[in-house]
Every structure is written in structure tokens, then in C-alpha cells.
DNA sequence: GGATCGTTTCGGCCGCGACCGAAGTGTTGG
DNA sequence: CCAACACTTCGGTCGCGGCCGAAACGATCC
């Protein structure tokens, strides 16, 4: 367990994680970029990473793609955010593409940072869904407000994963929707064009179609 | 992030927080000696884990006690576990309170072990319990079965965490059952006296009229 | 008050591991 | 083929942090 700790516990290593939470798979040359070290540094993290199978390898051409190795690596580095959240505040130098993540992102398969968080409140305020400290239940209405949305909640029910929970938005501080209901929101956003991925990372655009639709539908102020 | 799991990485850190994942409060000592590390490098240890609020301490005497800062904590540590569980496998010299643990102790408020295991088992065999990868279901026959055993589900269902869920079991290999069910179940044993606290530690002593009940109950065979 | 125990602080030793430069391996393209 | 590229391996430096001995601190007991 300390091995697995301390694998995250390095700054390197645990950037390239983050970099890889949103599920897809990186080139070593991008993760090196990522983590802010060089390449053959990089070369030595990532062979430890995949020797203690937190990510898997697959090679392409001259490339080597890496990807973490399941839900699971996803559901610790989350919980260890979850407790780095509670800790001390520490000063942190915001960027540019800080900011972009702090806006609208992934996190592992649903939506998170204002977005996430300012849906999430609607979702609440209007008691479509009610969040508790470590599950959720969707309401009737909540159901059928997300149903006529395209979201489809009886595909969510019967997926055996948890079906509803909060998860802490590492930039809010608040919560957003997790589970399986969270992944069915982002996937239908998706769907209807509504955001998109930017070209690297987590982080999310906005679409002139998805500014008026999110805004009508969930009443966000953008 | 890399902070909080670095502090996690270390190993005697690592012995200190899984001395702790029963809930329990501990002396300094106690866990100097669970650590396997002096007293004086315990502290120094402590002193950061608290730092970060991993840990809470109140004064009592002369003694200090330490406790996890909460259930996040418990929760992470326990992912880690998780996710340590699929990593290559390693070599373990086996003691004599390893097999204690083995045999039965709690995992945060639940039964883990060969007997968390085998109730598990037993659970799923009868259709009582229905487990998922993330989340798992109790079926009406099963609230019937545990209700009759004196397990009050609805103060289980009220309570706003996940209800029932999967936890991988780090010496069985194989689930068992966590969440509100789980601790429900394991509080109402501890009620019928079937099983009890080991002086330290996370271990448990089946009594005798828990070796009764819990054969005729569960069908195990211990 | 003095002896004892539990715990922390200080100081110094030592080893592990992160890091980069240079060189090596394997793939692509002209 | 050879140059360019992506990535890994090797070798050596360096600093952080875990560790313990000694000593200080604070509480308890007689």
C-alpha cells in the first residue's frame, strides 16, 4: 500500500495521473510535457507506473500511448484529492489554462469546475436531485426533467455502479454529480454538442449552441 | 495532491493510518509500536500527518490520542488499497496477529475477512444481496432475511451514504459487504455478542454463541 | 520535591530516489 | 541507407527525508 502511495506521492508522477484522469491515452512525449520534466525522466516514472500496473502501455508506431489502467486508479487519485481538499489551503499560482479548468472540465466521465458545480445547484435547488454526503437519490421530477433533457436514466440504473453521489469539485469546493448519473448528464451534453473537448486535457469549451441550451435548461449564469 | 499521498507513501505512515482504520483512537506509543519505527520518529510522523489533517489528536494526560480525521481519510486509504490489491503480487511473511486478521477483523465499520467473506458469499449465493462492481443491491427476500435477524435496514437507508457497495477484501481477494448495509449488519453482531474486539487492533474474537448463530444464520463453515 | 513515564525537539548520519546529459534502440520517411 | 524522431537505458550528482541517540518538556505518582 505505501508503494502505491508513494508512487503517487511524487510531484512528477502525480501530475502525469492527473493528466491522465479524463480517461484518454497520452504519448510519453506529452506526459513529459505535462509533468514538467524531461523525457528520459519520464521514461523512468512511467515504468514504474506500468510495473505497478496504475497504467497500461499500448505502442503505436513510434509512439508509446499510456492510459491509466482502470476506474479504479481513477476512484483513488479522486479520493486523494478529496483529502488534499481538506488539508491546510496552500497558495497556488493560477495560469491560464488554470483557469479553463476551473471554468468547465471532466472529471474521470462526468462534468466538473463551474459548469459541473453551477448544474449540480440547479439540479438541487429545484430538488431534481438531492445530494448527501456520500450518495444521492434523483427525484420523480428530477426523472422526468431528465428524461424529456435525452438523458437516459434506466441505461444509468441498470450500469452496476454507484448510481448517484457527490463528488468535490477541487476548484469550487463544493459538490458536483458524480456516478452514474453524472456520466449520463456529460455523455447527453455531449450528444447535443452542447461542449467539447479541447484539444489537450481535461478542460471544456463551451458552444454557442450549448451557452443558450445549458443556460435554459439548467438557468446557469455563464 | 502528491503531498497528501506522499505522506500516505511513506511506510511507517502507511503502518500508523492502517493501525487507525478501525475508528479507534490511539496513544502515540501504540502506534510507535505498530509503526515499528522509536518513539521519536513516531512523533515526527505524527506531527505531520496532523499537519495535514490526516489525523485528529486530543490531549488526555499524559497520553495523546490519534484518530483518522474522518471517513475520507478511511475511504482513500481504503482505495489505495484497492488499487494496490491489482498490482503484482508480492511476498508477505505470515505472523501469528496476520492470521488473526485473516480469520476475521473489521474493515472501518464493517466485517472483513474469512468470516466478511463467507457472510458475503453466503448473502449472494441466497439472492439476498445482489453485488455490482461499484454498488450492490439488497433483494426483498434479503431485507426480509436480515430484518428477521434484527438488521434495521430503514436507519441504514435513511442514513445519506451509499447503501451497499463492494469491498475488496486485501487478504480474501474477494469482495465482501460494505457501505450502510455492511456496518449494519456488523453493529447487529456486535449486539448478539457473536463477535467481539480483540484488545488492539482490528481483529475479532468469535464467540461462542457467535459460532452458533453465525453457522446456523450464514451456513459458514468455520 | 524528586522519580518516572509518555511524548516531543534537536542534531547528525545515511541512503534512496529524482534528476539530467549522453548514448543506445527502434520506427518512419526521404 | 541515412537522417530525423520518439523513446529508453546508463551513469553520476545531489538533495530531501527517514532514522535514531541524547536531551528537554510536561504530567503523574509517591
Redesign the pocket.
Known sequence: MAEVA??V?????ANILCALLDGRAL??????FA??????????????L?DARLID?C????????RLAGSHVGQMLESIMTVALTGPPRFQPRTKSDDQLRHARTCYDHLAGELGVGIADCLIEREHVILGNEAGEVTENGAAFLSKLGVDLSVARARRRVFCRPCVDWTERRPHIGGAVGAAIATRCFELKWIERLRDGRALTITSNGRRGLIETFDLAL
Chains 1, 2 share one sequence.
Not at 506521492?9 to 508522477?13: E, L
Not at 504519448?27 to 513529459?32: D, I, P, S, V
Not at 505502442?59 to 499510456?66: A, I, L, T, V
Open positions: 508513494s508512487l506521492g511524487d510531484p512528477a508522477r504519448t510519453a512525449g506529452e506526459l513529459a509533468a514538467g520534466v524531461s523525457p528520459q525522466t519520464t521514461s523512468g516514472h512511467l515504468a514504474k506500468h502501455l505502442k503505436q508506431g513510434r509512439h508509446r500511448y499510456y
